[in-house]
């Protein structure tokens, strides 16, 4: 494994072991607010749209709406499986074998 991968793993366990164990000793037992709670709610979201968002609406480095944008058309599949409530497996599933059909057969 190249150096730079090893570094960053063992920086995010570093920073994930401070920021977990630290917290109840700053807070001392005081508890997060109702309004802070609601606010955190909302982060895990936040970040996963910040990671994908890019690839999706920009593969190629520019904005691409188009049919040759095959990220964007397996996300739409993914998206509106997530919408009908369907399970994280057939949602993943579905968008990867609609990428998988773009690849496979040119679609």
Known sequence: MRT???????????????????????????????????????????????????????????????TGNSYLIAGTIAALLAYFRQPPLVTMGGGMATMLAIRSFGI
């Open 4 to 66: 730079e991968v090893v570094i960053t793993i063992v920086a995010m366990a570093v920073a994930t072991f401070f920021t977990r164990f630290t917290s109840p000793a700053i807070l001392g037992g005081a508890g997060i607010s109702p309004r802070l709670k609601r606010f955190l709610k909302h982060v895990p979201t936040a970040i996963l749209t910040a990671l994908i968002a890019p690839t999706l609406f920009a593969p190629h480095g520019y904005i691409e709406f188009s």
